[in-house]
């Protein structure tokens, strides 16, 4: 029983969050998980990840199978709740650093192969050309 009077959001309508998502199918048992922030409704974000991106293509690829709305909801965890964005943007950078959810690990690999900065400041090296006897 609750104290207080305050109406209380039903999880599915929580707005600006960074959410965790432990998947819980066969044999991850909460090994593999997301973490993501939203400004709009949870449910809203719930139907985006069962048809496309990183959630989609886990249960796809490891379990055969498109998430149920209904179970990613019940797979998924509020870490943090704050109104201003920048906030919530650090929030989640944090707790991706901090956690290294292993589905948004193995998104930012096979989206940003070349992402390293080490990659990026030295290309490989070119043999240089020079024109001879050119005249
Ligand atoms: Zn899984």
């Known amino acids: 029983m609750r104290n207080s009077t305050a109406p209380v ?3 599915e309508a929580t707005t600006n969050v960074v959410y965790k998502i432990s998947c819980q199918e066969d044999h ?17 974000r719930m139907h985006s990840h069962r048809n496309q991106r990183s ?6 690829e490891t379990h055969i199978m498109k998430p149920a709305l209904e179970k990613l909801l019940d797979q998924t965890e509020i870490l943090y709740k704050e ?14 650093t901090c ?15 070349s992402a390293c900065p080490q990659e990026r400041h030295n290309p490989p090296m070119q043999p240089h050309l020079q024109e001879q006897g050119a005249l």
Do not use: E, M, V
């Open 9 to 11: 959001t039903p999880k």
């Open 28 to 44: 991850c048992d909460s090994s593999n998980s997301y973490i993501g922030r939203i400004s709009t409704t949870l449910w809203h």
């Open 55 to 60: 959630i989609f293509q886990h249960f796809t």
């Open 83 to 96: 109104n201003y964005f920048r906030k919530l943007q650090i929030s989640k950078a944090i707790s991706i």
């Open 99 to 113: 956690q290294r959810p292993s589905i948004n690990i193995q998104a930012t690999d096979s989206i940003l192969p």
